[in-house]
């Protein structure tokens, strides 16, 4: 909010000079006009420095003064080959901004080539700051999970939402497919509760990238702009950012890696739901989801049965438990009146 107030200062005070010193000798009221429009402008490029990373703000700064530079040995060539005279000074000038742009452009585009490490210690607590963001993707949010772990309190640090994210997720609340309407009202319902949250920091970003269409792509650009991780759990864009060496903490793989070891040999009780792709194979589930795969337990559906583990299938996407039914041995009677009934039989 103060700092609000100064940009509104700010404006105020710009405009008032202009005003009295009468730019450009402009009438008083456009000389007041066009003092605050310089003055939005600088604010607008004030927000711009400060969404950068501290690699392009000095890629920036140094890109703009070897443009400088290269402008004044122009300068220097342009003053023994040109007649002094307003074509040359124009000539100059023109020459100062493009190689001003161009060194400003190119030095923020590769900035986060350079290495603050050679540095030693000087830029240390903004790498610290910078690695403690985290961007939380669709996938994610839609999921849930996220909003879990934030309560329990292992996710700390900013978390960050863009704009182009949350554009898409009202895009899945308002589609026309039930089962999509509903995953997207339950993302909403998820932002809303970690924003009541006050143990997290939530910010929502406006930064867009509109060159680039494709939302895995600008959520992989906007992580190396702010040096953070992505969360998500979807696996073709975990692939895609490891290959850009954009860090990405996957919930699947939390998921997985705090589930209970399960080895092969030992016993499980598991309600079978429904039948298996393959003959004589029934399916069940455990509370967290995973699947479980038993053999000749087709005609078990619909009860639950004691199984022994075979083999567990471990895999990026989940895991896969596979068991055999674990029939109890028949009784004494059952024995004795199945071989009267073979004496007779004969």
Wanted: glycine residues 8%; neutral net charge.
């Amino acid at each position: 909010m103060d700092l609000v107030l100064i940009r509104i200062l700010f404006v105020l005070v710009f405009a008032a000079v202009c005003y009295f010193f009468r730019l450009f000798n402009f009438p008083a009221w456009l000389s007041a006009v066009t003092g605050a429009g310089g003055a939005a402008l600088v604010i607008v490029f004030e927000q711009r420095v400060r969404a950068l990373s501290l690699k392009r703000l000095i890629g920036a700064v140094i890109g703009s003064i070897l443009g400088i530079f290269g402008a004044f040995l122009f300068s220097l060539v342009l003053a023994n080959s040109l007649p002094p005279g307003s074509t040359r000074s124009m000539v100059q000038i023109f020459v100062l901004l493009l190689m001003s742009y161009v060194g400003l452009v190119v030095g923020t585009s590769k900035g986060e080539l350079l290495n603050l490490s050679a540095l030693g210690d000087l830029f240390s607590s903004e790498r610290q700051v910078k690695r403690n963001v985290k961007i939380l993707d669709t996938s994610a949010i839609i999921d849930g999970r996220i909003a879990d772990m934030a309560d329990t309190g292992f996710l700390d640090g900013t978390l960050v939402i863009p704009e182009f994210v949350l554009r898409e997720l009202q895009m899945v609340a308002d589609s026309s497919d039930g089962s999509k309407r509903q995953r997207g009202r339950r993302g909403l319902d998820v932002l809303q509760r970690m924003q009541a949250n006050s143990l997290l920091n939530v910010h929502i970003t406006e930064e867009d990238f509109a060159h680039i269409r494709e939302v895995d792509l600008k959520l992989i650009e906007l992580a190396k702009q702010l040096d953070a991780k992505i969360v998500t759990n979807d696996f073709n864009l975990n692939k895609v950012a490891h290959l850009h060496h954009v860090p990405v903490l996957n919930i699947n793989d939390l998921a997985n890696a705090l589930k209970p070891v399960v080895l092969p040999g030992e016993k499980m009780n598991i309600a079978i739901l429904k039948e298996g792709k393959e003959y004589n194979q029934g399916v069940g589930y455990l509370d967290d989801g995973t699947m479980v795969v038993v053999d000749h337990a087709r005609r078990m559906i619909g009860r639950s049965v004691e199984i022994s583990v075979t083999s567990v299938l471990q895999t990026a996407s989940g895991k896969m438990i596979f068991g055999r039914l674990d029939e109890a041995p028949p009784k004494p009677e059952t024995i004795r009146m199945t071989a009267e009934i073979r004496e007779v039989s004969s």
